[in-house]
């Protein structure tokens, strides 16, 4: 252990002198002096530590750039990461924060310092983002405790690619939103982008939405990896089959890391929004891009546009109280504190 950024988790069984974590579907096994596959979590003397007391990035965006387009539109909100990762993702584009946990700095913060920073400047929301939220989970829930006590009405929310554990989902009661990464719907493909396994992601999915967690997808396009018909179909598919109002954002890849397929373009998002449309789902979206109608909302009865969204920003919202002004049908959603 090589700083003092970390702090014993409940969030672990022991085996004989082994810890096998519960943050994440990994269950690593984890050794005396030793991290998990993250290089964030560590067994000091046979207890279970996890990431605490500081931040690698802090940001104040809108809420539209998580993305999240079904809560709270055209809100503020505070973001902040800490450090390491469960998946290798080819092209992350975070792996200065993800990757090499052990060695990445932290700057020191307490959790009543970030909440102070979301009161003052008056964010709807805050989530824990930039690396994977699982990682650092019970740091991120005293952080959220801290900024309801100063403010009751925020939100809390995390930013993940779903391979969290049903232990861990059981210590999030106090989260709001949950936006998950599915990157890829082929179990080879998805293994080799992410050094993970698909069927843990799309439990997760499945257990977020059933416990009453706001959810919304996203999936970044990656030209000739994952952008078949095949595959974008078996995807909404999926996603209609726990609730079709679920937003699926198709966002555009770019080349980074270890991955150089061509970047998506507009009309590489437009042919996968729409297939995933005639599939049955109601809210799908094109992101990354410019482009007013692949990132608007319509009303999923007269079709008529009820949010107006720029390049990951709000620019107009007709929704009275989440319902449609011209025909008054409910938009799936959280609209409102």
């Keep these: 252990m090589k700083d003092s950024f970390l702090k014993e988790s409940p969030l672990f069984e022991k085996k004989g002198d082994i810890l096998i974590c519960l943050a994440c579907r ?71 924060i993800s990757f090499g946990a052990e060695d990445i700095p932290l700057k020191p913060f307490t959790a009543e310092q970030i909440a102070d920073i979301a009161t003052t400047e008056k964010t709807s929301t805050i989530v824990s983002t930039y690396n994977e939220p699982t990682i650092s989970i019970e740091w991120g829930i005293e952080v959220f405790k801290e900024a309801q006590k100063k403010n009751p009405e925020i939100k809390k929310g995390i930013v993940s690619n779903g391979y969290f554990s049903p232990q861990a989902l059981s210590l999030m009661k ?59 179909k078996s995807a909404a598919s999926f996603i209609a089959s726990i609730d079709p109002e679920i937003p699926w954002h198709i966002t555009a890849y770019h080349p980074d890391f270890l991955m150089n397929n061509r970047g998506a373009q507009i009309q590489d998002i437009d042919i996968a929004v729409s297939i995933a449309k005639k599939v049955g789902l109601k809210n799908v979206y094109g992101g990354n891009i410019v482009n007013t109608r692949l990132s608007s909302t319509f009303c999923p009865l007269c079709g008529k546009e009820v949010i107006e969204r720029g390049y990951m920003g709000l620019k107009k919202n007709l929704l009275i109280k989440g319902r449609c002004p011209f025909c008054k049908t409910m938009v799936k959603g959280v609209w409102e504190l």
Excluded at 53 to 66: A, F, N, R, T, V
Excluded at 187 to 213: M, P, Q, R, W
Aim: charged share 25%; hydrophobic share 35%; with cysteine.
């Design 26 to 96: 990994r269950f690593c096994h984890i050794k005396e002096d030793s991290y998990g596959f993250c290089k964030a979590r560590f067994n000091k003397n046979g207890k279970l530590m996890s990431p605490y007391g500081g931040i690698s990035s802090m940001g104040l965006d809108p809420i539209e750039k998580k993305p999240l387009y079904h809560f709270l539109p055209g809100s503020l909100t505070l973001s902040f990461g800490m450090r390491g990762c469960n998946f290798k993702c080819l092209y992350c584009q975070n792996h200065e």
């Design 174 to 232: 106090e989260l709001d939103f949950i936006k998950i990464d599915l990157k890829s719907f082929d179990h080879e493909k998805f293994y080799k982008l992410t050094s993970a396994n698909l069927d843990g992601v799309l439990e997760s999915i499945k257990l977020s939405v059933s416990k009453g967690f706001w959810v919304e997808i996203v999936t970044p396009l990656v030209p000739d990896f994952n952008d078949s018909q095949d595959e974008i």
